[in-house]
Nanobody
């Protein structure tokens, strides 16, 4: 059973930065494909960024390209999301998700998370960006 715990959310002004972390346990981290998702009130969940098991392949939503960077430290079992130049429209609950390599969930970074029940999810961390 994979456990995921997010941290690093908070309130910032537009143009500011935050770094989210997701600590994973319960499985070999290097065999997990990982992603960040977000959901704002009244909106559907959006895949923000994803990274393959070894970090060789990444995905970014068009809305965050050039501003957000996903990374993973397999030695620390931790996933990160560096968010720069934050905008009010980035305000949302941010969730970390993990898929087991070879498991039911796709580890293709472009499609990861399409079937939520095939992945493990954290509890989320709130990001609020004020104008």
């Amino acid at each position: 059973q994979v456990q995921l715990v997010e941290s690093g959310g908070g309130s910032v002004q537009a143009g500011g930065s935050l770094r989210l972390s997701c600590a994973a346990s319960g499985y070999t981290f290097s065999r997990l494909c990982m992603g960040w998702f977000r959901q704002a009130p009244g909106k559907e969940r959006e895949r923000v960024a994803a990274v393959y098991t070894g970090g060789s392949s990444t995905y970014y939503a068009d809305s965050v390209k050039g501003r957000f960077t996903i990374s993973r430290d397999n030695a620390k079992n931790t996933l990160y999301l560096q968010m720069n130049s934050l905008k009010p429209e980035d305000t949302a609950m941010y969730y970390c998700a993990a898929g087991v390599y070879g498991g039911p969930g796709s580890c293709n970074v472009g499609t990861m998370g399409r079937i939520p029940s095939h992945y493990y999810w954290g509890q989320g961390t709130q990001v609020t960006v004020s104008a």
